[in-house]
């Protein structure tokens, strides 16, 4: 039996935009809105499995409403570039989906639904209209129902005309009569100055309709009698605007709107581009997309450790051309090592985890696996370093890492894996891991013959890439970026894991033992403010305790409850001080489970210590990124949270922890890229860039800069650097969009090398294709050229940023490598421990602080040479907390 979906796309985008945080992926483009419709997708498809689906969007901002009232829609603000940049991402994805999609110029994605919920009702279809605007409830009939988003767009509220009578006493036609009394501001639909809902309710019970209202004006009393016969042409009018129009000359025909379900690997492509990581898990999506090709005939043979005189598998290791090492698990610490495999030449010697660990027939594998002399090209080599560390073995002497070579031809590639890079280079494609282990609880190691044909295949694999990879580079002109930066600092990154950073676990309990106590204490003011005791984690029980017994303005009321997240409860703060007291009670206990008990949990037992994992292969910008567990995120902007930091301290007696911090490093990357004089000026000469922004944006001399002034002088000169719209800027300053508009005209005024700087690199980006930073880190922007222009100014705002951020990236990344260097070349016991954002972190014993005070700053500052000077701020003590 049929069933149709009719989706308001642009209703559906907007809302979810409104109602996500902003999210973004690897490559910097937003994703909130095309995530929220996403899910809302996947739960309409699963629940409603429909025969038949249509997305719907308005073509343009003109319609043939505009041909009678001129102003129709014309309170409303530019659309964000954050959410503009989103649309023609949703359409690509609903292609994958196989769902199809309709826009007509001249009329309204409502008209089109209008119009194919007729033919359906016609038809006695039974037919689903999903939209958050309520005048689709005038289209709901005995066939059509009406399911409204409601608490943000994850729950709906169903309406046919037996709930349209329950809610309002009207018929669904009478919507429109509705709407014609009271107006509409989001769509500038005038109606009847001074109606609201309750008093158009109470005129259409009475009066039936507009035309009603009008005819029975002379029964009215008092001002509402003057407002009928003084605007009853505008509610004539307004009855017009918000009828849906349901004869759009329609081209689709209804056999086009069938719908047979998504193709896996086309979502999984997509998916993984937008980085829907979870929604790739939980729909069981393929790790290879479509590009794979069928996998070859094995051209080579297949030996095993066992097998082989001790000279011949020496032999075999020096004339190595590829190796591939298989630790199954995220966390390379923690992965266990399955085997590994040699490529020489047509053969491949393959070593299983128990011939590595538990003969003597390995000796020669473990003394070329040392081997610093022995050069080694694999995948993923610095997870397999950490893996082999921990039992007992010491990888040395990698030439080449093919996952780190790929990540650097392109860094908005998120798919990594070694049967995602054969895909990408159209090679012979390879068994995926789930074939061979099985997945979840069904992992099992198979037996020798089937592990050492998997092993011997993905060492194959890894030889074929290397010579596409190397020529590649060459071609992208970043061979010197990938051998004399990214490989060595794999090595020192390598190195700072296994060290690790002690931590302890008395300083954690404590301030644990003070957040319960504190936590407890915000409860129990809560309750106080609350006059009773409820869940204060129960969206539900808050819900009502804030918007009923409390009486606070909600913004997000739904059939179930009321939303309580942290942008309705920001809002609600001037209102009430219980709200301040629960937005702090909710930041106490997030530190206390995901920061407390969270690092109590990572901290080795063997050690002591907490062995981060440094990914170099994740940010499209270049920056580093850090997992189990993730010190760069500790929150700080908390007095509670800053205090985590004490727990974490030297692991030698007498040591101290020293951190060096790059000072502003983005900006100076701006001055010297930009070669703005203004800008330059002020580094050059060591004045306060925020101050100096400031300056030159208000007119004023240096001590008539306020806090005020200063803070948002802040706000844009970081902005700038991220691309900032005049919506992103407003949000953070919490000013008109206007005015963020003007600030930063403002700005560019007084900066006008930084405005060069922008054009100019949009231009080099549309004649190249790409940007790329000063080391020559490459960004590929297929998109510059797009017709779409949402797609295409992404794609503006990424040029500009990327070869700032890149640069600023590539530097500390220089100075961790030169760092290295200088701590062996002097014989220095000090160590390297940590990279969060623009800061290194040492420990260090008290003879070398003196030394160390001098030299951590001076290589940081002399990392890149540049013209604007580069600074690094140093502190220091018992811990990370006093060193800061």
Known sequence: MAKWILIDGNSIIYRAFFALPQLTNSAGMHTNAVYGFTTMLLKLLEDEKPTHMLVAFDAGKTTFRHEGYAEYKGGRQKTPPELSEQFPVLKELLKSFGIAQYELPGYEADDIIGTLSRIADEGGIETVVVSGDKDMLQLASDNVTIALTRKGISDVERYDPAEINERYGLTPLQIIDLKGLMGDTSDNIPGIPGVGEKTALKLLHEYGSVEGVIAGVNELKGKMKEKVEEHQESAVMSKKLATIYREVPLEHQADELVYNGYDDAALGDAFRKLEFKSLIERLGLSEVGSTAVPAAEANYEI????????????????????????????????????????????????????????????????????????????????????????????????????????????????????????????????????????????????????????????????????????????????????????????????????????????????????????????????????????????????????????????????????????????????????????????????????????????????????????????????????????????????????????????????????????????????????????????????????????????????????????????????????GISDFGLSNNLNITRDEAARFKEQYFAAFQGVRAYMDNIVVQARENSYVTTLLDRRRYLPDIHASNFNIRSFAERTAMNTPIQGTAADIIKLAMVNMDKELRARGLRSRMLLQVHDELVFEVPQEELELMKTLVPQVMAGALKISVPLRADVSYGDNWYEAK
């Open 303 to 722: 030996l095993s450790l066992s097998g082989l005189p001790a000279s011949e598998v020496s032999k075999l290791l020096a004339a190595s051309e590829s190796i591939y090492i298989e630790a199954i698990g995220d966390n390379p610490h923690q992965a266990r090592l399955i085997g590994i495999a040699v490529a020489s030449g047509d053969r491949i010697l393959t070593v299983t985890y128990d011939e590595l660990m538990g003969t003597t027939l390995s000796a020669p594998v473990r003394a070329w696996l040392e081997d610093e002399h022995a050069p080694k090209k694999g995948y993923d080599l610095h997870k397999a370093e950490l893996t082999l560390h921990w039992m007992g073995i010491d990888l040395r002497g990698v030439e080449l890492d093919t996952m780190l070579a790929a990540y650097l031809l392109d860094p908005t590639d998120t798919s990594l894996t070694l049967a995602a890079l054969i895909a990408r280079y159209k090679l012979a494609a390879i068994q995926s891991d789930e074939a061979v282990y099985g997945k979840g609880a069904k992992f099992q190691v198979p037996g020798s013959d089937v592990l050492a044909a998997h092993l011997a295949a993905k060492a194959d694999a890894v030889r074929r890439l290397v010579p596409v990879l190397t020529e590649e580079l060459e071609k992208g002109q970043m061979s010197k970026l990938c051998y004399e930066l990214e490989q060595p600092l794999a090595v020192v990154l390598a190195g700072m894991e296994k060290q690790g950073i002690k931590v302890n676990p008395a300083v954690l309990e404590d301030l644990g033992a003070e957040l319960e106590r504190n936590i407890a204490q915000y409860m129990s003011d809560i309750y106080t403010h609350a006059g009773m005791e409820f869940n204060i984690n129960s969206p539900k029980q808050l819900g009502e305790v804030l918007f009923e017994k409390l009486d606070l303005p909600a913004w997000k009321k739904t059939k179930t409850g009321y939303s309580t997240d942290a942008e309705v409860l920001e809002k609600l703060a001037p209102y009430h001080e219980i709200v301040g007291l629960i937005l702090h009670y909710r930041q106490l206990a997030k530190l206390q489970s995901t920061y407390v008990e969270g690092l109590l949990k990572e901290i080795r037992r063997d050690t002591g210590k907490v062995h981060t994992y440094y990914r170099q292969t994740i940010a499209a910008t270049g920056r580093l990124s850090s997992q189990f567990p993730n010190l760069q995120n500790i929150p700080i902007r908390l007095e509670e949270g800053r205090r985590i930091r004490k727990a974490f301290v030297p692991s030698e007696p007498g040591w101290t922890i020293l951190a060096a911090d790059y000072s502003q490093i983005e900006l100076r990357v701006l001055a010297e890229i930009s070669g703005d004089e203004n800008m330059k000026e002020a580094f050059i000469k060591d004045i306060d860039i925020h101050t100096k922004t400031a300056m030159d944006v208000f007119g004023v001399t240096a001590d008539q800069v306020d806090s005020n002034m200063r803070r948002q002088a802040k706000a844009v000169n970081f902005g700038i650097v991220y």
